[in-house]
T-cell receptor
């Protein structure tokens, strides 16, 4: 499978716990995006990497959220002290520099109880 | 203000008809425009992208862009029940992608 992969696909956690999600982009893609999507809404931009550099981060993103892409390949998104409002689908997408199209992974569905 | 507006629908068309989906955007600096299809519980799937004013055709799909009116549309010809999904419009003024809330399409057999 040469597409974007995400792990885990589903995560149920209790409020206050920390969670970490992983995204593996398409191998030659140097751009990586994280989005959050809730029911009835479009994907909401969270952050963007070009290679290992985090170039943009949504101003709406709480400081409980952090993302890394240490070697310019896979990326992790961590949410600390989860809240019920964090329940959503977290989507990762990748694209190639100079090419505008981006391709999504299957997503990680987070449920905070 | 980078906003993308779509009619949330639902839009229902009979099988074989043309489905017309519309999107407006507020950022005149937007250069790239995308249509994604999203089935329930799945992630968005890229259908088409368009950069220049006018029409772009790909099989049964035609994207139309009018930058002066800040309007982009998607036509689906010969609609099939398998086209039933939510269609997301996205614009890319810089490095970020901004999505609309999507239009739900149902194709009735």
């Amino acid at each position: 499978d040469t597409g974007v992969s995400q792990d885990p696909r589903h995560k149920i956690t209790k409020r206050g716990q920390n969670v970490t999600f992983r995204c593996d982009p398409i191998s030659e893609h140097n751009r990586l995006y994280w989005y959050r999507q809730t029911l009835g809404q479009g994907p909401e931009f969270l952050t963007y990497f070009q290679n290992e550099a985090q170039l943009e981060k949504s101003r709406l993103l709480s400081d409980r959220f952090s993302a890394e892409r240490p070697k310019g390949s896979f990326s992790t998104l961590e949410i600390q002290r989860t809240e019920q409002g964090d329940s959503a689908m977290y989507l990762c997408a990748s694209s190639l520099d100079g090419v505008h199209e981006q391709y999504f992974g299957p997503g990680t569905r987070l449920t905070v109880t | 203000q980078k906003e993308v507006e779509q009619n949330s629908g639902p839009l229902s068309v009979p099988e074989g008809a043309i489905a017309s989906l519309n999107c407006t955007y507020s950022d005149r600096g937007s250069q790239s425009f995308f249509w994604y299809r999203q089935y329930s519980g799945k992630s968005p799937e890229l259908i088409m992208f368009i950069y220049s004013n006018g029409d772009k055709e790909d099989g049964r799909f035609t994207a139309q862009l009018n930058k002066a009116s800040q309007y982009v549309s998607l036509l689906i010809r010969d609609s099939q029940p398998s086209d039933s999904a939510t269609y997301l419009c996205a614009v890319k003024p810089g490095n970020q992608f901004y999505f609309g809330t999507g239009t739900s399409l149902t194709v009735i057999p």
